[in-house]
């Protein structure tokens, strides 16, 4: 079965750290394009960051460039978003995505092609 599912999300006082992590099942992990959304409440679901094995590429929102950091971990078929100085405005929940591209691209939330089912991610005093 072709599948994302993601891992790692919880309560975090401002000013700390989460590690989210992203497991993929049924296709070739280390060939396509990975990808963190996160949405809101009320706002729309959008790209943080993306990582790429055949350019070495990744790339970041604004947001959350210097504190997130996007890795393909040692674990088989396994990605981390390393996720400090964290904010209340990151809270969100954070979904792992593919449209099975080769390098990373501006991708809307509308052209994805498979999503994990997300994890909450609330930061908060």
């Known amino acids: 079965q072709v599948q994302l599912v993601e891992s790692g999300g919880g309560l975090v006082q401002p000013g700390g750290s989460l590690r989210l992590s992203c497991t993929a099942s049924g296709f070739n992990f280390d060939y396509y394009t990975l990808y963190w959304f996160r949405q809101a409440p009320g706002k729309e679901r959008e790209r943080v960051s993306c990582?790429?094995?055949?350019?070495?590429?990744?790339s970041y929102t604004d947001s959350v460039k210097g504190r997130f950091t996007f890795s393909r971990g040692n674990a088989k078929n396994t990605a981390y978003l390393q996720m400090n100085s964290l904010k209340s405005e990151d809270t969100a929940v954070y979904y792992c995505?593919?449209?099975?591209?080769?390098?990373?691209?501006?991708?809307?939330?509308?052209?994805?092609?498979?999503w994990g089912q997300g994890t909450q991610v609330t930061v908060s005093s």
């Open positions: 995505a593919t449209n099975w591209d080769r390098t990373c691209l501006p991708l809307e939330s509308s052209a994805v092609s498979l």
């Open positions: 990582i790429s094995n055949y350019d070495g590429i990744t």
